[in-house]
C-alpha cells in the first residue's frame, strides 16, 4: 500500500476511535436537525401557505443541508482541538504525509456524517417527507450532499488550524448556525426584500438545498420555481451551482489546510 495511502487511513481510524471515545459534539450536531424538524415542521409549517405535511417536505432538504454545513463548525472545532493542546506537534514529529492528518479527519467526518443523516431521514419519512425522485436522482443527492459537507469540513480544518485559540474557534464556529438562517433551508425566498433575496441565493446552502429539493422531491420543487424563479445563477441551476462551489472551496481550502498544518511553528 502506498504510504500516504497507508498514513491517511490510519489518521482516519484514529479520527473515528476520537468521535467513539467523545461523541457529544457528533450527537449534538445529529439530534439538533431532528429537533428543528419537529419544531418548525409543526409550527412554522401552520404559519406559511404551505400545509403541515408540504412544509415538512420543504424543509427535510433543507436541514440535511444545514446539517452538512455544520462540517464548518465540527472541523474547526476539532482542529483547533487538536492545535492547541500540542497533538498536531507531536504529528509533525512523525515519519507520516503531512496531508494524511487532515485528510484523514475530512474522510472520517464523512463517514460520521453519513452514518448521523440516517435518524434524520427516518425521522423525516416519519412525518410525511417522501423521496419522490428515481433511485438515480436520489443517489446522486447522497453524492451532492456529501461532497458539499467534505468542501464545508475542509474549510472548517483550515480555519481551525489558523485560530488562535480552541476558545475563539468554538466561538466561531458556534456563529456558522446563523449560514442556513441567510439562505432557502427554512423558508422561501421568493418575499424576501431584494438585496436580502440575493444574499440568500448566493448562499451555497442554498445551491445545495434546491438541489436536494430538485433531486428528491420533484413535484414540490417545480411548484417552487413556478412561485419565485430564482435569480442567482447558483440556485437557478442548483447542481451545477452546488458542484461549482464545492470546487471552489475544496480547491482553496484543502491547500490552505494543509499548508497550514505542516508549518512547523504551528
Do not use: K
Not at 504529528?91 to 435518524?119: C, N
Not at 438515480?136 to 485560530?163: H, N
Not at 420533484?218 to 440556485?235: D, F, K, N, R, V
Request: charged share 10%; with cysteine; net charge positive.
Amino acid at each position: 500500500m502506498n504510504a500516504s495511502v497507508y498514513d491517511g487511513t490510519v489518521m482516519v481510524g484514529r479520527q473515528l476511535r476520537r468521535v467513539r471515545n467523545n461523541p457529544g459534539i457528533a450527537i449534538l450536531t445529529q439530534i439538533m436537525p431532528i429537533n428543528l424538524l419537529l419544531f418548525f415542521g409543526y409550527v412554522f409549517g401552520s404559519a406559511l401557505a404551505m400545509p403541515g405535511r408540504e412544509y415538512r417536505s420543504f424543509l427535510v432538504p433543507g436541514l440535511l443541508a444545514a446539517t452538512a454545513a455544520g462540517g464548518v463548525m465540527t472541523g474547526m472545532f476539532q482542529a483547533a482541538q487538536d492545535t492547541h493542546r500540542g497533538v498536531m506537534n507531536r504529528f509533525r514529529t512523525l515519519p507520516v504525509s503531512r496531508a494524511a492528518v487532515p485528510v484523514g479527519q475530512a474522510v472520517a467526518d464523512l463517514v460520521v456524517t453519513t452514518l448521523g443523516t440516517i435518524p434524520l431521514l427516518l425521522v423525516g419519512l416519519a412525518v410525511g417527507w417522501r423521496i419522490e425522485g428515481t433511485a438515480a436522482e436520489a443517489l446522486g443527492a447522497v453524492g451532492v450532499l456529501l461532497l458539499f459537507r467534505l468542501a464545508c469540513t475542509w474549510v472548517g480544518i483550515w480555519l481551525g488550524l489558523a485560530s488562535r485559540s480552541e476558545e475563539a474557534a468554538g466561538q466561531l464556529g458556534a456563529a456558522t448556525f446563523v449560514l442556513p438562517l441567510l439562505s432557502n433551508a427554512y423558508i422561501p425566498t421568493g418575499n424576501l426584500a431584494g438585496w436580502l433575496r440575493t444574499l440568500a441565493e448566493w448562499n451555497p446552502i442554498s445551491a445545495v438545498t434546491t438541489a436536494l429539493r430538485r433531486l428528491l422531491s420533484p413535484t414540490l420543487s417545480a411548484s417552487l420555481e413556478q412561485a419565485g424563479t430564482p435569480h442567482a445563477w447558483p440556485t437557478a441551476h442548483p447542481v451545477a451551482g452546488t458542484l461549482a462551489w464545492c470546487a471552489v472551496l475544496i480547491a482553496l481550502c484543502a491547500p490552505l489546510a494543509v499548508r497550514r498544518y505542516a508549518r512547523a511553528e504551528g
